[in-house]
């Protein structure tokens, strides 16, 4: 998932990604704001899936 593609969903990626993981914070989510490494490793962290693991997750919601 590139930078634009992230960026231009993201809002309704943030809401499916709460709703599957209730214990994810808006603080999580606000990886997204120019730290995408971040992010994804946040995802992982909370979700236990690899990186790409996360990747594929958000392009399938």
């Given at each position: 998932m590139?930078?634009?593609?992230?960026?231009g969903s993201w809002n309704e990626l943030k809401g499916k990604v709460k709703q599957a993981y209730a214990d994810m914070t808006d603080d999580d989510l606000k990886y997204e704001e120019g730290k995408?490494?971040?992010l994804y490793g946040r995802l992982q962290q909370?979700?236990?899936k690899?990186?790409?693991g996360v990747i594929d997750w958000l392009r399938s919601l």
């Open positions: 590139d930078k634009l593609e992230l960026k995408d490494d971040e909370k979700t236990g690899t990186r790409e």
